[in-house]
Nanobody, 123 residues
Framework: QLQASGGGLVQPGGSLRLSCVAS??????MGWFRQAPGKERDFVAA????????RYADFVKGRFAISRDNAKNTVYLQMDSLKPEDTAVYYC????????????????????WGKGTLVTVSS
C-alpha cells in the first residue's frame, strides 16, 4: 500500500514537498507521476534504492528533487519554482524489482500505485 501526502494549493513560484510511504513491501524502485484533467499520466521522477540513480522528466529538471529514506520506505518529491502547468494529481508509484532505464517513464511497468494527492498552483 502506498500513501501519498503533501499536496495543496500554492502560488506560482512557491514550493511543496510530497511524501509517500510504502507499507508492507520492500520497493526497489519508487517514483512519481502526475495527471492533469483530461490528460494522460506523465512521468515526473523516480529513484532506485540500490545505486540505480534517479531520473527526471525534462519539464521538472532543476525544479523538482526526488529523494528517499530507505529505512522508512518513504519517497519524497521536493517541488520548487512551481508553475500553473504543474497543477495535477500526483501519484506515487513503486515496484519490487529494478527495470531498465528506458522503461522508467512508462506507467504500465509500475506495479503499485497510491491514490494521488492534488497539487494546485494558482494565484
Amino acid at each position: 500500500q502506498l500513501q501519498a501526502s503533501g499536496g495543496g494549493l500554492v502560488q506560482p513560484g512557491g514550493s511543496l514537498r510530497l511524501s509517500c510511504v510504502a507499507s508492507g513491501r520492500d520497493s526497489n524502485m519508487m517514483g512519481w507521476f502526475r495527471q492533469a484533467p483530461g490528460k494522460e499520466r506523465d512521468f515526473v521522477a523516480a529513484t532506485s534504492s540500490r545505486g540505480g540513480g534517479t531520473r527526471y522528466a525534462d519539464f521538472v529538471k532543476g525544479r523538482f528533487a526526488i529523494s528517499r529514506d530507505n529505512a522508512k520506505n518513504t519517497v519524497y518529491l521536493q517541488m520548487d519554482s512551481l508553475k500553473p502547468e504543474d497543477t495535477a494529481v500526483y501519484y506515487c508509484s513503486a515496484r519490487s524489482n529494478r527495470i531498465v532505464w528506458s522503461s522508467w517513464p512508462d506507467p504500465n511497468v509500475w506495479d503499485y500505485w497510491g491514490k494521488g494527492t492534488l497539487v494546485t498552483v494558482s494565484s
